[in-house]
């Protein structure tokens, strides 16, 4: 049967790299269906809410998703679309990878990095929020399990042996946040054990910043908690070129998201500046997800190609196209 594929197309630069990346799926005969549903400020402006009950529905039919930046108003009291789709579909895994291209701005070469992060727990979650009537103090939890904790470490082993790595890094603040950060890590000296097949390493998380501008290629599998897993994907990108390259998936056990790591971008949002790239990395987990490792590998190429060449790059690689540039420049190739 044919696979039906939801799609969101978000809020700022999202429908425009996410249509770029629906065009290449097609290109490549993948011969999905897709349902459109709304989220963020569309849905919003469209259905009076955020987050429609007939775009979750979609998400849990379809199981897989595809999904543009949303928007979520800041100090509106809203709670964040992400946060709330990820606890909902307890997509407890979000794999980041970043990878080199020649010919981007990066000031590095031959970066090949996964960030697997917690996606449900921690500090990121929304837990506890509390502010004093009189706005003088606010306050709020995180939470840690043993087992949101062993299922996330294990997650990262098992994509490390599946995909040939060599090393596991556990990032941790077990020396400040002793109860939380301090389980996250016995677990994960635990479950590095079940592994002895794979290098084990464990760093806490100011220092990480640190090496991992110093010195990216020691790194291989990161796996950390929820917030530090935030911050460190983001200087991962940073690695590769900026935001524009930086796909993530958020996977649970029978339902996943795939989108990009940065947001709505509103400074460049309807300008046809959007570097697709993110999304179209994206859509090429959702290919390895599904088994279509052989269409996730001629769309890398392709798009491996265009950076390389400089043949109509958007402006933060360096390059002076649109997006829709170098959405053609990468169907061409196909
Ligand atoms: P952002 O990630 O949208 O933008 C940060 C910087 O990176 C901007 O200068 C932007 O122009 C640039 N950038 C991002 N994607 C790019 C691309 N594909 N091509 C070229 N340049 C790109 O972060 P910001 O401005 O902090 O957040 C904007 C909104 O996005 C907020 O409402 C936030 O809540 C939301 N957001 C949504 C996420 C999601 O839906 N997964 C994730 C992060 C933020
Ligand atoms: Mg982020």
Not at 39 to 63: C, R, S, W, Y
Not at 110 to 124: A, F
Request: one cysteine or more; aromatic letters at 6%.
């Amino acid at each position: 049967t044919q696979q039906r594929i939801t799609v969101i197309r978000g809020d700022g630069i999202g429908p425009d790299i996410v249509d770029a990346a629906i065009q290449i799926l097609d290109k490549v005969g993948c011969d999905f269906a897709y349902d459109y549903a709304d989220a963020g400020l569309v849905a919003l402006e469209n259905h009076g809410e955020l987050l429609p009950q007939e775009t979750l529905d979609l998400i849990a039919k379809n199981k897989v998703t595809l999904k543009g930046p949303l928007t979520t108003p800041v100090g509106e009291g809203f709670t964040s679309i992400n946060v709330s789709l990820r606890k909902q579909f307890q997509l407890y895994a979000n794999v980041r990878p970043v990878l080199s291209f020649k010919g981007t701005k990066a000031r590095y070469e031959d970066i090949d990095i996964i960030t697997v992060r917690e996606n449900t727990q921690g500090m990121y979650s929304g837990l506890g929020q509390v502010v004093s009537a009189d706005g003088s103090e606010a306050e709020a939890m995180s939470k840690i399990t043993r087992e949101g904790a062993e299922r996330i470490v294990t997650f990262a082993y098992e994509l490390a042996v599946r995909e040939g790595r060599k090393k596991v890094t556990a990032v941790h603040k077990a020396n400040i946040l002793k109860s939380t950060s301090g389980l996250f890590l016995k677990v994960a000296r635990e479950v590095a054990q079940r592994y002895p097949q794979i290098e084990s390493t464990e760093m806490i998380v100011d220092n990480c910043c640190m090496q991992l501008v110093m010195n990216p290629h020691q790194f291989d599998v990161i796996v950390t908690t929820n917030l530090f897993g935030d911050i460190l994907s983001d200087l991962c990108a940073g690695l590769v070129g900026g935001l524009g390259m930086a796909p993530g998936a958020n996977i649970g056990k029978d339902c996943a998201i795939f989108e990009a790591v940065h947001g709505s971008a509103p400074d460049i949002a309807g300008k046809n500046l959007a570097n697709p790239t993110s999304v179209i990395l994206a859509s090429i987990q959702m290919l390895e997800y599904l088994g279509m490792a052989d269409k996730a590998e001629k769309i890398r190429a392709a798009v491996k190609e265009v950076i390389e060449s400089g043949d109509r790059t958007t402006r933060d690689l360096g390059g002076s196209h649109g997006t829709t540039d170098f959405t053609q420049a990468v169907l061409e190739r196909l």
